[in-house]
C-alpha cells in the first residue's frame, strides 16, 4: 500500500525568507497530491494540489514541486509570514483510492 | 456559510462507554470521511462514505462504527471496544466520491477517556 512520510518534522525559517517542506511517497501510481495546513486546534485547510501530468503549479505565494521520477513532493512558502505557522500535511491518493495523508512538518517563523 | 459542522469540539468519556460524535455537512458533498490524529502523527484514515446508505472501513476500523442515512450526515460511534480512543476527531467531505479532489474538514472533536 502507500505510505507518505515527511523529510523533517519540524522546520523553523525567519520570517520574510521562504519555505521549503518536503515529502516522499511510495506508490508510483499515486495521481493525485495535495498540501494541507493546519492550526492548533482546528481542522486542516487546503492550500494547493497538483495532479501526476503536471510537474508544478504555483497559488498565492505557494509552490508545489511534483518529481515523479524520485517519487518526491515539494511545497515551497514565499516570503513566509508568521501567520503561515501551523503545521502541513501532504496528502496522496491512487486512482480514485482514499487519501493518505504524511505525518506533518511544524512550521514555526521567527519574527 | 456552507461547511462542516462538528459536535461536540470536547468530549469527556468513562472507560467501558459508547459516545457518538456529529458530523453535519451543508455543502451538498457525495462523499465524507473520518480521521483520526494523534500527537506527531498524520491523520489516519477511519470510515468513509461514498453514497448514502453505503460505507467503507478506512486503515483503523476496529473499535469504531458509522451510518449514513443522509447525505448531509455521517456521525461515528467510538466503542467500547477501541482501546486507545483519546484523540483528535476530524470529519471530512468531498464533493465527488473518489479522492478527486480536495478535502473539506470540520473544526475537529477532541475526545478525552478519563
Known amino acids: 500500500g502507500e505510505s507518505v512520510g515527511l523529510h523533517l518534522p519540524t522546520l523553523s525559517v525567519q520570517e520574510g525568507d521562504n519555505s521549503i517542506i518536503n515529502c516522499a511517497y511510495s506508490n508510483s501510481a499515486s495521481d493525485y497530491f495535495i498540501w494541507y495546513k493546519q492550526e492548533s486546534g482546528k481542522g486542516p485547510q487546503f492550500i494547493i494540489d497538483i495532479r501526476s501530468n503536471m510537474d508544478k503549479r504555483q497559488g498565492q505565494r505557494v509552490t508545489v514541486l511534483l518529481n515523479k521520477t524520485v517519487k518526491h513532493l515539494s511545497l515551497q512558502i514565499a516570503a513566509t509570514q508568521p501567520g503561515d505557522s501551523a503545521v502541513y500535511f501532504c496528502a496522496v491518493s491512487t486512482s480514485y483510492d482514499k487519501v493518505i495523508f504524511g505525518p506533518g512538518t511544524s512550521l514555526s517563523v521567527i519574527p | 456559510d456552507g461547511g462542516i459542522t462538528q459536535s461536540p469540539k470536547y468530549l469527556f468519556r468513562k472507560e467501558g462507554q459508547n459516545v457518538t460524535l456529529s458530523c453535519e455537512q451543508n455543502l451538498n458533498h457525495d462523499a465524507m470521511y473520518w480521521y483520526r490524529q494523534d500527537p506527531g502523527q498524520g491523520l489516519r484514515l477511519i470510515y468513509y462514505s461514498q453514497i448514502v446508505n453505503d460505507f467503507q472501513k478506512g486503515d483503523i476500523a476496529e473499535g469504531y462504527s458509522v451510518s449514513r442515512e443522509k447525505k448531509e450526515s455521517f456521525p461515528l460511534t467510538v466503542t467500547s471496544a477501541q482501546k486507545n480512543p483519546t484523540a483528535f476527531y476530524l470529519c471530512?467531505?468531498?464533493?465527488?466520491?473518489?479522492?478527486?479532489?480536495?478535502?473539506?474538514f470540520g473544526e475537529g472533536s477532541r475526545l478525552t477517556v478519563l
Open positions: 471530512a467531505s468531498s464533493l465527488l466520491a473518489g479522492a478527486t479532489g480536495e478535502l473539506f
